[in-house]
């Protein structure tokens, strides 16, 4: 599936992060996953009812937007009206598209998904910024008695969840979850940054994904970024994301990516502070069930 994606890099958002969002519990049951086929046995387009972000995550070759997205887009229909009848329900959902994909765009939207970027107080977008690779990674001043370090590995994935839910104001984040991404075939342990306090406790996070696209290109996003509330005053998000950086370019990382929604002002005007400029606007459609 993340190979499928990978040769359709610049046709999805959600590409080089694939591991960490396959991670997620949605995928312990196989119902809410659904893979299409060629005749000739190929992969031709999957598709992920995405619980905790209330999101559809897919892959379709742009080729076959056409014959095969309407099969997706009716899979996710029916799937989110037996999820319904289940413990975990879902009034609406939630996809991702550019907003130059014109026929893509079309194509949804005839299938009932609405465009969220003009609503008024409740718009919601996203945008998709890439950072120069040969522009140098600021060094910050860190404070007296924090220290930035890789994860520690399991034994530190119950607290990390802890940070985690601190940070996002949520529980969707699960030990289970966190501990599949440290098992995943694309995780690079040393790109798995956590900030720790003083008390020895983990403050702030940020993990970076690498991944090589069919064109040879080996690129890196960053995905996610948090602090906790109590400490966002030492700007602490900003030491663990220049961490990273820093380490996606020593690892070869030919691109930088990162995704944000355009109403998160704070995060937005950090990675521009970073060097992260606009490549592509993202639509965000909605659906009601």
Known sequence: MQHMAADYFGDHMHVIDLPYRFSSWSLDDPANTRLWFLPSGELAGWAVLQLPFWTLDF???????????????????????EMRLGPTVRECWYLNVFADQAQRLAILQAAGWADQSNLGEDSW????????????????RIPPGFTIRPLGGQSETAAYVDLHR?????RNMTFEWRSRTLQQ??????LDIVVEGPDGSLVAFCIGWLLRTSDGCLRGQVEPLGCHP????????????AEVLRRLVVAGAESLWVETDTYRNTAHNLYEHMGFFLERNVLVLRKDY
């Open 59 to 81: 892959t379709c070759d742009p080729d076959l937007d056409a014959s095969l997205l309407p099969d997706i887009l009716a899979w996710a229909d029916k799937r989110s009206l």
């Open 125 to 140: 977008s996203k945008v998709w910024l890439r950072r120069p690779i040969d522009l140098p990674v600021r060094d910050y």
């Open 230 to 241: 109590q400490y966002t005053r030492y700007s602490l998000g900003r030491l663990a994301l």
């Open 185 to 190: 075939p694309g995780y690079t342990p040393e």
């Open 166 to 170: 601190a940070a996002f104001g949520t």
